[in-house]
Structure formats: C-alpha cells, structure tokens
C-alpha cells in the first residue's frame, strides 16, 4: 500500500472531523486539518493556485471536505482545482450548487430515475393555471427570489393555489409545486 496523505478542511474542527481523523490514522494515512477561511484561490493568466500559509494542498492524495453550503461560491472553485489536479476529494465538482438548488436537485433526481413526488418547476406564476387541475392536494407550494427560498406554503385546494397564483404581484426566480 502507497503512503497516503489526507488533508482536512472544514470550517471549524468538530467532533466529526476529529473521529474521522483518528480512523484514517488507524488505517496508516496521515492527516492534518485546515480552515477553510485559511485557503485562498488565485488566478493568473491561465493558471490558477490554491494557496494558504503552509501547506501544500498538492502534498496530499485526498481531501476530506465539510463546509456549508454558504460557502459554495468558494468550494466549487475549489473541487474543481482538486480534480484537475487530480486529487480525490469525497465531495464532486457540482454538489455544493446541487445541494443548494432544490430545482436543479429534482431535475437531477429525476434524470438518475430516482422516484419522487411530482415536481413542477415554473417561473411565470400564470403557468400554473393550465396544470392546477390536474394536482393532488395537498401541495407543498414554494417561491423562490435571488436563489432563495422565501415562501413555502402547504395549500389544501385547487381553490387556494389560484388565490395565492392570482395574488402574486413580484417577478420570482422559480415556483416549485
């Protein structure tokens, strides 16, 4: 078995990571933790640099990966460098803005034929007119503006979902149903 190296970054070093740590260690990996706000990505003609204050993230085969969601912007960029440079990370290049966009999850899922509840997915509130009929209520009704969720409404009729569809006076980003 090769000498394998893993590096962990997370925001803080929790319970989780201290565990996990301590079981690559049993296994023979050696391990060392990095906060996340320690790591800094350049870009410079047409290469780009992951950087931090000593260490050498492409010292290391693996990278064990637990940040929020929040701060996708900057993973993203991140798993990317990672894979390019060819080291593996648990995490993969998409999962931060999957997990965070509950439209794209339910493409997604759907593409990878996993069964859900019907979705619909529109942007014009209006559009929701035509499919209101054929629905089984209750329906979980949820609006999103700017990639966030700002209303989820549990509606008990077709009579409701034409109130709230006709009250809806702002453009939104998404309306799921």
């Given at each position: 078995?090769?000498?394998?190296?893993?590096?962990?970054?997370?925001?803080?070093?929790?319970?989780?990571i201290?565990?996990?740590?301590?079981?690559?260690?049993?296994?023979?990996?050696?391990t060392?933790y990095?906060?996340?706000?320690?790591?800094?990505?350049?870009?410079?003609?047409n290469?780009t640099f992951?950087?931090?204050?000593g260490?050498n993230?492409?010292?290391?085969?693996?990278?064990?990966?637990k940040?929020?969601?929040?701060?996708?912007?900057?993973?993203?960029?991140?798993?990317?460098?990672l894979?390019?440079?060819?080291?593996?990370?648990q995490?993969?290049k998409?999962?931060?803005?999957?997990n965070g966009?509950?439209?794209?999850q339910?493409?997604?899922l759907n593409?990878g034929?996993i069964?859900?509840?019907?979705?619909?997915?529109?942007?014009n509130?209006?559009?929701l007119?035509a499919?209101?009929?054929?629905?089984?209520?209750?329906v979980?009704?949820?609006?999103y503006?700017?990639?966030e969720?700002?209303?989820?409404?549990?509606?008990?009729?077709e009579?409701?979902?034409?109130?709230?569809?006709k009250?809806?006076?702002?453009?939104?980003?998404?309306?799921?149903?």
């Amino acid at each position: 078995m090769s000498y394998m190296k893993s590096l962990f970054i997370a925001g803080r070093k929790t319970k989780t990571i201290k565990k996990l740590r301590k079981a690559f260690e049993s296994h023979g990996f050696e391990t060392k933790y990095l906060n996340i706000g320690r790591i800094n990505i350049f870009t410079k003609g047409n290469k780009t640099f992951v950087k931090n204050s000593g260490i050498n993230i492409e010292d290391y085969n693996c990278i064990y990966l637990k940040t929020s969601l929040g701060l996708a912007p900057f993973a993203e960029p991140l798993i990317d460098e990672l894979q390019d440079k060819g080291i593996y990370c648990q995490i993969k290049k998409g999962c931060y803005y999957l997990n965070g966009n509950e439209a794209l999850q339910a493409v997604a899922l759907n593409k990878g034929e996993i069964k859900t509840a019907k979705t619909i997915i529109v942007s014009n509130p209006k559009q929701l007119n035509a499919i209101m009929p054929s629905l089984k209520y209750p329906v979980l009704f949820k609006t999103y503006l700017q990639l966030e969720k700002n209303q989820s409404i549990l509606v008990e009729s077709e009579r409701s979902l034409a109130s709230i569809v006709k009250s809806i006076k702002a453009n939104l980003d998404a309306i799921i149903v």
